[in-house]
């Protein structure tokens, strides 16, 4: 009798431990698709927001080639649209706000190159190709004092090797000797200021 009632007792247990293992599996089916429905939607989430940056960043490189290449080409205003795009997706790149002012200097928009070029230093003081190119946009303006003072201040800061050192120093004497004919007194004044005036660029 005892073993029969033994055996009763273990075929109970077996009976209860199958039951709590079906309903365990039951509710598993129930909730953790729904679990893993929720990590997978993390991770997309994740993953499409870097698809994003990646898209952007490859835009931004390929319209920033695209107007160098239109820029070397003298296409300046379809090279202004490829910079005008560069500056939609990645305002604060001073390397677009050069080129979009020589684009605009090759349109002759002086007075907005100007901008450009101002705005470039602003992000970066030290960005060179800005001060010659805010040079030339001010010699399209007739302002030759404020031109020689970029040119100046692109010739300290650019290396004695620089491919455009010869040419920034020819166009710096071109201007002096025009400002000289034009206003003698302020012809001298500027060649005995030059010294100073490129030490506080820095």
């Not at 003081?125 to 946009?137: D, F, P, R, T, V």
Request: aromatic fraction near 8%.
């Amino acid at each position: 009798m005892e073993s029969q009632k033994s055996r009763r007792d273990v075929r109970v247990r077996a009976l209860l431990i199958t039951a709590v293992l079906v309903i365990a599996g039951g509710l598993s089916i129930a909730y953790l698709p729904n679990l893993w429905h929720a990590s997978v939607a993390d991770g997309s989430e994740e993953a499409r927001a870097d698809h994003a940056r990646e898209k952007t960043a490859s835009e931004i490189r390929q319209r920033f080639d695209e107007g160098v290449l239109m820029l070397n080409d003298k296409k300046y205003e379809q090279a202004l649209k490829a910079f005008h795009r560069v500056l939609e997706l990645s305002p604060d790149m001073p390397e677009a706000h050069v080129n979009a002012g020589f684009a605009l200097n090759g349109l002759g928009q002086y007075a907005v190159a100007r901008d450009f070029f101002e705005g470039a230093i602003e992000l970066r003081k030290n960005q060179l190709n800005a001060y010659y190119g805010l040079a030339e946009a001010l010699v399209g303006l007739q302002d030759y004092p404020g031109a020689l003072g970029a040119m100046r201040t692109f010739l300290h800061l650019a290396s004695l090797d620089d491919p455009y050192r010869h040419m920034a120093e020819s166009a710096a004497r071109q201007w002096e000797s025009k400002m000289a004919e034009t206003n003698p007194a302020t012809g001298i004044a500027r060649k005995s200021a030059a010294p100073e005036q490129a030490g506080s660029t820095h």
